[in-house]
């Protein structure tokens, strides 16, 4: 065995390990999120049977729940019930879920929704453009908009009932103006 080579790589292999387990334990999610309490970007998007547009700016006054989502992500179909049931609980007046699809195609989505139902808009979101002005790295990822027009919290994974609930009181309650 050469030990000089031996001797050579070995503060190699110990900073590799070490660089390595410095990363495990974190949670990335546990970071700040760079969105929150700041006003939400704008969009112009097409529902997905594409007769209309929907204008974020034009839900001035209302709680606003954007939720990131494709047919492909397994996640996103766990969620769908809880998210189609809060769209029903809340008033419309005052709450508007808007469903975004991520990197999926238009009638995939369409079929999906077909079968599965839908209680609210969603949108087709073509070169994922909305997407990137969130700053979505990964679906499903739900942000909660306060009347005010700024981002209250946002949410990776699947949203369950109760977290609905309490992320729309919450961004009922906070937020600066539009």
């Not at 908009?145 to 949410?155: L, R």
């Given at each position: 065995m050469?030990w000089?080579?031996?001797?050579?790589?070995?503060?190699f292999?110990?900073?590799?390990?070490?660089?390595?387990?410095s990363?495990f334990?974190?949670?990335?999610f546990?970071?700040?999120?760079a969105m929150?309490g700041?006003?939400?970007p704008r969009?112009?998007?097409?529902t997905l049977?594409?007769?209309?547009?929907?204008?974020?700016?034009?839900?001035?006054?209302?709680?606003?729940?954007?939720?990131?989502?494709?047919?492909?992500c397994?996640?996103?179909?766990?969620?769908?019930?809880?998210?189609q049931?809060a769209?029903k609980?809340?008033?419309p007046a005052?709450?508007v879920?808007?469903?975004?699809?991520?990197e999926?195609?238009?009638?995939?989505a369409?079929?999906?929704?077909?079968?599965k139902?839908?209680a609210?808009e969603?949108l087709f979101?073509?070169?994922?453009r909305?997407a990137i002005?969130y700053?979505?790295?990964?679906?499903?990822?739900?942000?909660f908009?306060s009347?005010?027009?700024?981002?209250v919290?946002?949410?990776?994974?699947p949203?369950?009932?109760?977290?609905?609930?309490?992320?729309v009181a919450?961004s009922?309650?906070?937020?600066g103006a539009r």
């Amino acid at each position: 065995m050469n030990w000089k080579v031996l001797a050579g790589t070995l503060p190699f292999v110990i900073g590799l390990i070490v660089l390595l387990a410095s990363g495990f334990g974190k949670d990335p999610f546990a970071l700040p999120m760079a969105m929150v309490g700041k006003p939400a970007p704008r969009f112009i998007l097409q529902t997905l049977d594409g007769k209309r547009e929907v204008d974020l700016a034009a839900l001035k006054g209302k709680t606003v729940v954007v939720n990131f989502w494709a047919t492909w992500c397994v996640p996103c179909w766990q969620e769908h019930a809880a998210l189609q049931d809060a769209a029903k609980r809340h008033d419309p007046a005052e709450v508007v879920f808007l469903g975004v699809v991520y990197e999926d195609s238009r009638d995939e989505a369409q079929e999906y929704l077909q079968k599965k139902g839908s209680a609210y808009e969603n949108l087709f979101d073509p070169g994922t453009r909305a997407a990137i002005s969130y700053g979505v790295g990964g679906v499903p990822e739900s942000y909660f908009v306060s009347p005010g027009g700024m981002i209250v919290e946002k949410f990776n994974g699947p949203l369950d009932a109760q977290s609905i609930d309490s992320l729309v009181a919450r961004s009922q309650r906070d937020g600066g103006a539009r």
